[in-house]
Structures are given as C-alpha cells and as structure tokens.
C-alpha cells in the first residue's frame, strides 16, 4: 500500500523559513517524480514544485519566485519543501503526490497524495 506523509507545517510569522518533508512507503520511490501541491479553500489544488525521479531536473510555479526549493533523498524515500521569506499568502495545506510520468504540473497527473500539512502564516 503506497503512503506518503507529510510533515514540517504549523503556525509561524511572516519572514521565518520553514521545510516541509514528505515520507513515501510502499513504493519503488526513486521511479517516481513527485511534486508539492497546496490548497486553501475554495480553491483548486495549486501545484508549487516539482522533481524528477533521479533529481535531475526542477521546476517551480511562477510566484515562488526564488523562494522554495524542492529537493529529494531518496534513500531516505523522502521529498523536502524549504520556503524561505514566508508570506501570509503562502497559508494553505500542502500535498506531496507522486507520479510515474516524466513531467506532470497538475493534480490529476498525480497517481498517488499525502493527506496534506497546514501551514500558517501570521502577519
């Protein structure tokens, strides 16, 4: 049974820095590209980072601007999420998913997801 988990959210102010980390079991984790997503209500699921199984390639969405970073170790079957300068707007639940296609920027190219982390950004 796959599972990812993920974990590193919470409550912090604006300008702190944070890593999310998101654990994979029950899958041959380095066959797979996986990717953060993030959520706030009402809204669709908005894709924010991803990697290539092998970490050979990146790519981010247009407002991180600089500011995330994804990384992954797959030895350890986990993906990281560091964001830097946290902004109000960052607030959200964030999803790791993963996916056996090589490039995939939307959640319904996602074969598997975590059940999401909060994150909260005070002002």
């Known amino acids: 049974q796959v599972q990812l988990a993920e974990s590193g959210g919470g409550l912090v102010q604006a300008g702190d820095s944070l890593t999310l980390s998101c654990a994979a079991s029950g899958l041959t984790f380095s066959h797979y590209r996986t990717g953060w997503f993030r959520r706030v209500p009402g809204k669709e699921h908005e894709f924010v980072a991803g990697?290539?199984?092998?970490?050979?390639?990146?790519d981010y969405a247009d407002f991180v601007k600089g500011r995330f970073t994804i990384s992954r170790d797959n030895a350890k079957n986990t993906v990281y999420l560091r964001i830097n300068s946290l902004k109000p707007e960052d607030t959200a639940v964030y999803y790791c998913?993963?996916?056996?296609?090589?490039?995939?920027?939307?959640?319904?190219?996602?074969?598997?997801w975590g059940p999401g982390t909060q994150v909260t950004v005070s002002s």
């Open positions: 998913a993963t996916t056996t296609l090589l490039l995939a920027t939307t959640w319904e190219r996602y074969q598997y």
């Open positions: 990697i290539s199984a092998a970490s050979f390639t990146t």
